[in-house]
């Protein structure tokens, strides 16, 4: 009963939560799609800075570990975008290499160039997915574990943990789901790796069922891997692209979706504490 529980529960949280953003980002707010990006950072910031971390130093593990895992999850996630970028990279320069001798071989033999496009002319993938994603995973698989937890002591407390999570990650997911569209230009796509990132709610769930004291003592350092994530994300990626010469309207524009996307996480954060 209680890890059929566990299931439903993880399930609605990781997964409906995920479906509840996509029906917000691409339906009732598809029209403000140029300010999600700002509505992103604000969000994964909040997430990061006003719920994660504090939770996290609440545990009783020393600042300098905590920090050291912090530092350590913002260079892991520097080093993954680097190598996204030089994978990319080394296949253009492939692509193009590959191109142009096919392109010399037609001169030669008298065919028109136009009938052989250059793959390289498609446009490359932005960087950030792989730390959104990761960071998804890693933040889904803690919020299982703690539904988990929750279910182990009260099956009341398990539901009420449940729904927890549900309001929180909807933000959150708002935020992944505008970031991922910006990236792979495919809404499907998007929806379904967040989904897969989401699913993880449920594994850690069932991780959590059996190993639930022995993973306790570990959790504080997946919600500072996550963390890290989040602050990366929006720092690296989603800031630098906000950083543009605009007017005073729209430059105010960005800062209100700026602090929407923080005072959304906020307020949960606030209505669950209470």
């Known amino acids: 009963m209680i890890l059929l529980a566990i299931v439903l529960g993880t399930l609605v949280a990781g997964v409906g939560s995920v479906w509840l953003a996509a029906a917000l980002n691409f339906g009732l707010l598809a029209r403000y ?53 030089w994978h990319h990279g080394h296949e253009h320069r492939h692509d193009s290499a590959a191109a142009h001798g096919a392109a010399h071989r037609d001169s030669e033999a ?27 995973t890693v933040h889904c698989f803690g919020d299982g574990v703690l539904i988990a937890s929750a279910f182990v002591a009260d099956l009341r407390l398990g539901l009420i943990a449940s729904l927890a999570v549900l309001a929180h990650e909807v933000p959150h997911h708002m935020g992944d ?14 929806i379904v790796r967040v989904s897969l990132a989401g699913a993880f709610t449920v594994v850690g769930g069932l991780v959590g069922y059996w190993l639930v004291d022995s993973l306790r003592d570990y959790l504080p350092y997946f919600l500072v891997l996550a963390s890290s994530s989040f602050v990366y994300v929006a720092l690296a990626d989603l800031i630098p692209q906000l ?14 979706w700026l602090a929407l996307g923080m005072g959304l996480v906020t307020a949960v954060v606030n209505v669950l504490a209470h």
């Open 243 to 256: 950083q543009r010469r605009l007017g005073a309207r729209q430059t105010l524009a960005q800062v209100a």
């Open 177 to 190: 789901l505008v970031v991922l569209r910006h990236l792979s230009s495919d809404r499907r796509v998007a």
């Open 33 to 85: 799609t140029q300010h999600m990006l700002s509505l992103a950072a604000g969000a994964l910031m909040a997430t990061a800075f006003l719920n994660l971390l504090p939770e996290a130093f609440e545990s009783g593990i020393s600042a300098e570990r905590l920090f050291m895992t912090l530092q350590a999850g913002l260079v892991l996630f520097f080093l993954l975008d680097k190598a996204e970028l």
């Open 110 to 136: 008298g065919r028109d160039d136009h009938d052989h496009p250059r793959r390289s002319d498609a446009p490359a993938p932005a960087s950030g997915s792989w730390a959104v994603l990761a960071g998804d």
